[in-house]
Each structure stands twice: as structure tokens, then as C-alpha cells.
């Protein structure tokens, strides 16, 4: 059986974008950036906000709510608010059938 996870189909993850998936209790979003894709938790560590829907930038997401800034490739914290980073998945996009998907595991 596998760890992997389903978060969305390539086609709703263009270059620049971010989806949010589940991992039962846990948030994953996926980030685009030029083709690449990198999944960390979709919790800031400052105080528990989502990533998603903060800016992104080169391989850097902006909290939407105080605007702490962490790497999506590692999830590391790129300023000095943050305690801690997210936690960080590895990521793969695979296709079956018609069908691409955008995984993490
Ligand atoms: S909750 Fe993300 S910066 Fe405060």
C-alpha cells in the first residue's frame, strides 16, 4: 500500500499556483514553480494560518495573515517570526490513463 496521496490534477496546478489537499487530519499544499512541484504542510508555524492563498513567489510563500515567508521546497522559515517550519513532502505528479494527478507523500 502506498503513502501516497492524490492532492489535484496537473491541469489545476499551473506554474505560479498552489492547491490545498488532505492527508486525513493533515493539510498539504502543493506548489508549481515552473514545472516543478514541492508539497509542504499548509500550516504557518507562527500561529496556525493556512499557506494557501498567500502570495508565491520564486519558491517563496507569504502567510496571508502576518505575512511570515517559508520555502516550499523545504518548508525552512525565511524571516525571523516563525518558531519552527512546516513539515515538507515529497512530491510527484504521475499519470494513469488520461488522468495526471499531483501526489505527496
Ligand atoms: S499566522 Fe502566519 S505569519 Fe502569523
Request: charged residues 25%.
Amino acid at each position: 500500500m502506498s503513502n501516497w496521496v492524490r492532492i489535484c490534477h496537473l491541469a489545476e496546478l499551473l506554474p505560479g499556483e498552489c492547491q490545498t489537499g488532505w492527508d486525513g487530519d493533515t493539510p498539504i499544499a502543493v506548489f508549481n514553480v515552473d514545472g516543478e512541484v514541492y508539497a509542504i504542510e499548509d500550516i504557518c508555524t507562527h500561529d496556525g494560518s493556512e499557506l494557501t492563498g498567500g502570495p508565491v513567489v520564486g519558491y517563496e510563500v507569504e502567510c496571508p495573515r502576518h505575512g511570515a515567508r517559508f520555502d516550499v521546497r523545504t518548508g525552512a522559515a525565511l524571516c525571523p517570526r516563525p518558531t519552527s517550519r512546516p513539515r515538507s513532502f515529497r512530491s510527484r505528479s504521475r499519470t494513469a490513463g488520461s488522468t495526471r494527478a499531483m501526489i505527496a507523500e
